[in-house]
Structure formats: structure tokens, C-alpha cells
């Protein structure tokens, strides 16, 4: 299965990502974050770009190696890998 892989920059704002998702060509979108998070790092941000990905029928996954960042992409249902080559898998969420 055929994969696009979209790398958010710093300065990339949450419409730019959703409307690049949303213009992919193949059903599975991963994306790879920058070392700084940015605007990844709001729970909020992550639910709409997983309800984008969702209404556009594609399959959104987090390239990610950032403990803070998997425990909010598994509170918005996003599946993350530690690079492009492993297998994406929920994330715990981390225990109050």
C-alpha cells in the first residue's frame, strides 16, 4: 500500500496541514512533526485533523518519537509510528 508522506514545518498552521491531508492522493497520509512540535502539540488540533482526515476516507498516521505528542495523537484516535518504516500502532494514553 502506497503511502504520502507530509512533512510539517515549524511554521505550517493547522488549515495547511488539513488541506494538505485532505488533497493526498493516497489513502494513507503519514505525518512526519518537526523536533519542536508547534501547533501539534494542542489536543484540539489533533481532533481536527483527525476528523479531516476521517470525512476525506484517508488513513492518518503520526511519525513521532515525542512521548507528549503519542499520548495526545491516542486521546485523538490517530495511530503513531516510530519511523517511516515500522508499523503504526495506538499509543497509550499515559495514566493521570
Do not use: C, F
Amino acid at each position: 500500500m502506497q503511502k504520502d508522506v507530509i512533512y510539517i514545518d515549524v511554521e505550517d498552521d493547522i488549515t495547511a496541514v488539513i488541506g494538505r491531508v485532505k488533497h493526498s492522493k493516497e489513502k494513507v497520509v503519514a505525518l512526519v512533526p518537526p523536533k519542536r512540535i508547534g501547533m501539534l502539540q494542542s489536543a484540539v488540533n489533533l481532533r481536527l485533523l483527525a476528523r479531516a482526515a476521517e470525512t476525506s476516507h484517508k488513513h492518518l498516521v503520526l511519525i513521532t518519537n515525542n512521548q507528549a505528542l503519542m499520548g495526545l495523537s491516542a486521546s485523538a484516535k490517530i495511530p503513531v509510528a516510530r519511523n517511516l518504516q515500522s508499523k503504526p500502532e495506538m499509543a497509550e494514553i499515559p495514566a493521570l
